[in-house]
């Protein structure tokens, strides 16, 4: 365990359903982000959380939706989905504090197929 | 922008030293982590450098030269539990990180 919990593990949903993902850390830490991962390509940095404020959205599609309803819990609210979209989503959080050598910590991801 | 490239898969054997580069190119250069990811498994800290020179933890070093926007990850007495892809992760001023693709590392016996 990381300190960064992820449910579910796994989802398979049809392109109609609606469905949430949820991340939820217990390290004192102020900003949260999803990320995706797909097979051969780097990390998607989706959406950024800072101090439970959406600081980011890097172009992502609006079938996507975050919520952030305080700074120990992440959600992403998934609706009429498409193939492509299924990958390994991972939420992380850190400490936002310049200067420091603070990372992120992952979750161990949702892996997510649409069918 | 930024622009982090990494080779993409390489194979060694068990009690060899591996060596992984990454080169980047970025705005804001706020350190460059090393991450290790087993399948299906979260990404882990490895390292961190946010000064040119060399940091060692037990087998595994990492490298950084600012000016030339590259580090490498050198893993020694390899074992199979390195089996794993590797990424390198750049840091701007806002705190966000950029990844690369990854370098999946395959230990053979």
């Known amino acids: 365990e990381t300190g960064v919990t992820q449910t579910p593990r796994h989802l398979v949903m049809g392109m109609t359903n609606k469905k949430s993902l949820k991340c939820e850390q217990h390290?004192?830490?102020?900003?949260m982000y999803w990320y995706k991962q797909s097979a051969k390509k780097p990390l998607e940095l989706m959406f950024v959380y800072s101090l439970e404020e959406r600081v980011e959205n890097n172009s992502v599609p609006s079938r996507f939706s975050p919520e952030c309803p305080n700074s120990s819990h992440l959600f992403l609210h998934l609706h009429t989905l498409q193939p492509e979209d299924s990958a390994l989503y991972l939420c992380?959080?850190?400490?936002?504090?310049?200067?420091?050598?603070?990372?992120?910590?992952f979750g161990s991801g949702t892996r997510l197929t649409v069918v | 922008g930024q622009n982090i490239d990494q080779p993409t898969e390489m194979t060694a054997t068990e009690g060899a030293i591996v060596q992984i580069n990454c080169t980047y190119q970025t705005s804001g250069f706020n350190g460059l982590f090393w991450y290790q990811q087993h399948a299906g498994e979260a990404p882990t800290f490895l390292s961190y450098?946010?000064?040119?020179g060399l940091e060692e933890k037990g087998r595994f070093s990492s490298f950084l030269s600012r000016s030339k926007g590259y580090s490498y990850l050198l893993l020694k007495e390899l074992q199979m539990k390195d089996s794993a892809s590797y990424l390198c992760?750049?840091?701007?001023?806002?705190?966000?990180?950029?990844f690369g693709k990854g370098n999946q590392v395959v230990v053979i016996p």
């Open positions: 992380a959080s850190s400490h936002q504090r310049q200067g420091a050598d603070y990372g992120y910590t």
């Open positions: 992760a750049v840091r701007d001023r806002e705190n966000r990180l950029a």
């Open positions: 390290l004192g830490h102020n900003a």
């Open positions: 450098n946010v000064l040119d």
